[in-house]
């Protein structure tokens, strides 16, 4: 998200009187709480259900039920979706100015339930899990796994770190940035963005490691400084990873480009063997940060929180399972989680490997190395992870499968109105305080 510019009429409304400018203030935060919440009069569907968690045991009832507000229609239609399947059975209703049922039913094993409810181009969902910690892995840890991630990352120590340091333009002239490349394994160097407090003592800080979203182009896909620094004032020596090893603060013409040619459709690159994937370079650079932050001297020796979402949650689950150095995890709607699921039908998160028209034979004998399912087992970290239960992309039993084998604390928490993105604005306001506010509570005391 870009910042706004800055404008010599900004800097007149701050010189005016001190009334106006509150006056001014509370005009605009009245705004902006009208943007987050439905207008009067707006067409909106609501939905609730038997158990407002959506967290439900084997032999619970599962109810769910809807009523309309400012819509004028004869029929509802309702599609329900078990264990996240497409091929959806469709219901309609005839509509009536009380609640009505739309879903009643008793469920007797691990699964879950989606149910959507449309008028013409209005519509909301609600999403349950029965039984989220019975879920597991499809594709069971190869023989050899451990030895192969032991002789990687021995591989990667045996390459002596090299450094390239540029320093950049911090927001904050208190903190130290820095734009860092690191030699890699895997094809592509390490590159991101470094922010450290000035004159930190020894020993003092610990780590934040940002990892980002699946693409290549898109802004939520590149490092910036003021999101290393941001972190950086909490407290902490932040590095801001991009997940491709791209040059960082490029013009955009290099990413597009990236993105049509050389990275273009990167997660099936070389999936037919174990050292071609191209997770194998990705996972490897993330070694390779963390590698490189743990030489600070500022560095507590004790604390090291990696965050991020989708492709970059399924990366900071991978990160605390292949380096036990990482403590805590932040994540949200992870991917790379329970991919065997394709395997049996069942669906697994992006970016589905088993779907790439490969000989699944062959993607099974490749992809089991890089399931954060697989390598999160037994791990010690405390995993803060939010999960969507109508996220169709990064599905909640897949996710449930992975966190079901890790010994660290969890704490879960699951959105029966989440989508990948948060997609629903009538929930807005109970998201950013029941799970939003935890995140950021959570990463606030671990920093202290």
Known sequence: ?????????????????????????????????????????????????????????????????????????????????????????????????????????????????????????TKASLGAIVDADKFTPVAERPKDFKAFWKAQKKALKKLPMEVKETSVQSPDANYITKDIELNCLGGKPARGYLAVPQNAKKRSLPIVIF??????????????????VQYAKMGSICFDLNAHGMLNGQPEQYYKDLANGELKNYPQIGVEDRNTTYFRGMYLRLLRTIDYVTSFPEWDGKRILVIGE??????????????????????????????????????????????????????????????????????????????GLVDFTCVSSAIHAALNGVKGKKILLDVPYRAHHMEQPIYQKEWQENVVSKKDDFVRDYLK
């Open 310 to 387: 989708s492709q970059g949650g399924g990366q900071s689950l991978v990160a605390a399972g292949l380096d036990p150095r990482v403590k805590a995890v932040v994540a949200t709607v992870p991917a790379m989680c329970d991919w065997g699921g394709h395997v049996i039908g069942r669906k697994d998160c992006w970016p589905y490997p088993y779907t790439f028209n490969k000989d699944p034979q062959i993607i099974k004998a490749s992809m089991p190395y890089y399931d954060a399912a697989n390598i999160i087992k037994g791990s010690k970290a405390t995993f803060v992870v939010e999960i």
């Open 211 to 228: 990892f980002h979203a699946a693409g290549v182009d898109g802004d939520w896909c590149r490092s910036t400084v003021s999101r290393a």
């Open 1 to 121: 998200m870009r910042g706004l510019p800055r404008i010599p009429f900004l800097k007149y409304i701050l010189m005016m009187n001190r009334r106006l400018f509150v006056c001014l203030f509370f005009v605009l935060s009245v705004f902006l709480n009208v943007c987050a919440t439905p207008v009067a009069g707006t067409p909106v569907i609501h939905m609730k259900q038997s158990n407002p968690s959506g967290l439900y045991r084997s032999g619970d009832r599962v109810i769910m039920k809807t009523y309309l507000e400012g819509i004028d229609t004869e029929y509802i239609t309702v599609k329900v979706m078990k264990g996240f399947d497409m091929n959806y059975h469709t219901y309609q209703f005839k509509n009536s100015k009380d609640t009505i049922t739309v879903f009643d039913e008793v469920i007797n094993e691990p699964n879950t339930v989606v149910v959507e409810v449309h008028v013409d181009e």
